[in-house]
Nanobody, 125 residues
Framework: QVQLVESGGGLVQAGGSLRLSCVVS????????MGWFRQAPGKEREFVAG????????YYADSVKGRFTISRDNAKNTVYLQMNSLKPEDTAVYYC??????????????????WGQGTQVTVSS
């Protein structure tokens, strides 16, 4: 059974930084496309960033481009989300997710097979 465990959320002032981590318990982690999503109160869950299996390609929502960086360490079965210049509108529960379908790079929630439990990020103004 594949498990994803996020950590690193918390409370930060606007302009600050946080680094989220997601550890994945899967032997085939290095073949997964990994994504970060977020869900703010009263809003639908949305794609934030994605990274290809070997880390060669990354994708970002327009709202976070230039501020957030996704990366991965396949030796540690871990994907990261470095968040800089945080804004109050970044406040949400952040989820990491894994897509096991080979050769696909998706921003659609429906394409992801495994999800973490989420970690809260709160940005105060």
């Amino acid at each position: 059974q594949v498990q994803l465990v996020e950590s690193g959320g918390g409370l930060v002032q606007a302009g600050g930084s946080l680094r989220l981590s997601c550890v994945v318990s899967a032997r085939t982690f290095s073949t997964y496309f990994m994504g970060w999503f977020r869900q703010a109160p009263g809003k639908e869950r949305e794609f934030v960033a994605g990274i290809a299996s070997r880390g060669g390609s990354t994708y970002y929502a327009d709202s976070v481009k230039g501020r957030f960086t996704i990366s991965r360490d396949n030796a540690k079965n871990t994907v990261y989300l470095q968040m800089n210049s945080l804004k109050p509108e970044d406040t949400a529960v952040y989820y990491c997710a894994a897509d096991s379908t080979l050769f696909r790079s998706s921003s659609s929630q429906a394409d992801y097979d495994f999800w973490g439990q989420g970690t809260q990020v709160t940005v105060s103004s």
